[in-house]
């Protein structure tokens, strides 16, 4: 993963992220475990892509912790793909740019929706603090340089003076 950042950017969240999802394969992939799909015949079929970039996808979904293959059938032997913690926690993320391309379609052209499980309602996902619960995606909330940030950062952020995180050390003199 780490050959694939800039070394300018190895420090930039952002990068780091798009390392392990930058491909949009990848993406597709991902999104299919969410809706259940673990075999490689299934995102084969379903997302129509070549066997060799099929298996080089899932082999680096492997090698960056977001999948795990466990095998499911010993004669042959034939895995599956199983998302791990570190998978799960994209979900938010494939949420979210799902209903952005929504959010610019006309509602009748939409092959998907994001509905609630239990009414079967279209909901609008947003991205909300999780202490105040306002929704971070105005004006209101920036980037500043976090704790490890190098020089570059902290100027690239210099006029943005973060708090310390609460459950962050105070600072000794």
């Given at each position: ?5 800039r070394?300018?950017?190895r420090?930039?969240p952002l990068?780091t992220a ?12 991902l ?12 995102f084969?079929?379903n997302?129509?892509?070549s ?7 899932l082999?680096?979904?492997v090698e960056n ?5 466990r095998p499911?059938?010993?004669?042959p032997v034939r895995h ?9 926690s994209l979900r938010p993320v494939i949420?979210a740019?799902?209903?952005?391309g929504n959010?610019?379609?006309?509602p009748a ?11 079967g309602?279209?909901?609008?996902p ?6 105040t619960?306002r929704?971070v ?6 980037f500043?340089?976090?704790p ?6 902290r100027?690239r952020?210099?006029d943005v003076?973060?708090?310390?995180h609460?459950?962050a050390p105070?600072a000794?003199?």
């Amino acid at each position: 993963m780490a050959g694939r950042i800039r070394l300018e950017d190895r420090e930039c969240p952002l990068s780091t992220a798009l390392g392990y999802v930058g491909e949009w394969w990848t993406l597709l992939i991902l999104h299919d475990c969410f809706d259940g799909y673990s075999r490689f015949d299934q995102f084969e079929e379903n997302l129509q892509i070549s066997t060799s970039m099929l298996t080089r996808r899932l082999k680096t979904l492997v090698e960056n912790g977001l999948l795990e293959k466990r095998p499911y059938q010993t004669n042959p032997v034939r895995h599956e793909y199983v998302l791990t913690e570190l998978g799960r926690s994209l979900r938010p993320v494939i949420v979210a740019l799902a209903a952005w391309g929504n959010a610019r379609l006309d509602p009748a052209d939409r092959s998907m929706i994001l509905v609630d499980a239990a009414t079967g309602q279209e909901v609008e996902p947003v991205l909300v603090d999780d202490a105040t619960g306002r929704r971070v995606d105005g004006d209101g909330f920036v980037f500043a340089a976090g704790p490890a940030a190098s020089a570059p950062f902290r100027d690239r952020y210099a006029d943005v003076v973060a708090a310390p995180h609460a459950s962050a050390p105070a600072a000794v003199d």
